[in-house]
């Protein structure tokens, strides 16, 4: 059965460094050990085009570059394009819910979230582990 590589490396994107230790401790207690960040779009545009990346995992909210502006750019890069890329919001207004899908997000997840519901939404995308 072909479930999820573990050693698969997973950029974690928000401009809040808290919340950027909280994802990568629920990733850790999940299996997965190489993870990257980065606290802002653009960097974390530049991470992607220099490394492969098997998830993006990206806040909204954020400053200069919004996380509907980063999909944007991953969908419209040839390379990039095909990675999964999983939103994490803290409004669940349906307009959001929909200009993510209209851009190509995988899946998203509403704050606050907890290890369960990040492994559901890793499984939704991914596949089973």
Known sequence: MAGIDKNM????????????RIIRNLLKQLGFNSVDEAIDGSSALTKLRDKDFGLVISDWNMEPMSGLQLLKEVRAD??????????ITAESKSENV???KEAGVSNYIVKPFNAATLKGKLSTVLGSF
């Open 9 to 20: 490396s997973i950029l974690i994107v928000d401009d809040y460094k808290t919340m950027l």
């Open 78 to 87: 040839v390379k990039l394009k095909e990675i999964p890329f999983i939103m």
């Open 98 to 100: 929909i200009a993510a």
